[in-house]
């Protein structure tokens, strides 16, 4: 704990700071997301608070195409990217846009990165590859991807020890073209998954669920955490303590509409809705928004948050006709 209360104190005194997306005081959000209807597909809710979100273009796909867990980064182009699945050519391409509305397939990442060859003693999953997550650092022009996978002994046949044994692994790119060796994102031994890596001022935030199941002995499994390091790659510190009760799942965070904090949103699978909590910096305190009476649409699922310019923000509207 003691390194969060540092850290809290660095960004109080640093001030308020953004990387990605460069978007201090927002016009508005984007949440892109699956839905309990169809998982993972790719569905987009808009709102102007950052609290109150409208599902768009009828509840209905804006992409058909796509398949996976939406995480978007704005990367060294302006250009926004996300990485899909494909559970029938076990293949992984990266989805481009340049307005967030049309996306296309910009490029194949090979599966041999995920697929546990390069990770000994781990096995990948060619549905879904450990739903990859996407970071742009703008500091260094270098994308971060994340997934988790499984201890190649174990199966779901014993799902707390299978789901317990989950890891983190990462590759960085400047490219999409060469690849560093996977490695594992963390040095604790703790069981994680659904990480995303955000940038306050100098520091990196690897928000992740711990992955262990809820006992005496480990009351904070399936909660969401925060872990923080000085680089991108780490070392990340040991997870704070929980941010959601028990039983929450794919965390995302967005600024604060004055640009003075963040939101953060995580998913209640148990009863499949969306919990938010706020906090003036991504090292806490959080707290949550009950208070403040939000609406997320009941059958979001897994996804991303997003600040918008008011040019975008205006562009989605009018896209999806939403009044």
Known sequence: MKIFKIC???????????????????????????????????YYSLSEDGMNWTLLNQGKTVEENYHGHPDIAQGHDSHFYM?????????????????????????????AIFNGKQTPGYKGNPNWYGAPKLFFDDANSTYLITW????????????????????????????????TKPKKLFNFDMGTIDVIVRKENKLYYAILKDECEPSDQW???????VSVSHHL???????????????HEAPTVVPRPNGEGWFMYYEMYTGKRYIGSQAPSLAGPWYSLYQLKYEVPSNARHGCMIPLTDAQYQRIKEKYNQK
């Open 233 to 247: 790659t780490g070392p990340y510190s040991y997870p704070g303590e929980p941010v959601s009760p028990n039983y």
């Open 83 to 111: 990485i899909g699945t494909d559970s029938e050519t076990k293949e992984v391409p990266l989805w481009k846009s340049t307005d967030l509305i049309s996306w296309e397939i910009a490029s194949t990442i090979p599966a």
């Open 8 to 42: 809290y104190l660095l960004v109080l005194v640093q001030g308020a700071g953004y990387t990605q997306f460069d978007n201090n005081s927002p016009a508005g959000y984007l949440f892109a997301h699956m839905t309990t209807e169809d998982y993972g597909g790719l």
């Open 219 to 225: 009351p904070t499994g399936k909660s969401i955490r």
């Open 148 to 179: 988790h996978s499984p201890d190649e002994n174990l199966t779901k046949e014993t799902p707390a020890a299978y789901w317990c044994s989950m890891r983190t692994f990462y590759v960085t790119t400047k490219d999409f073209e060469s690849f």
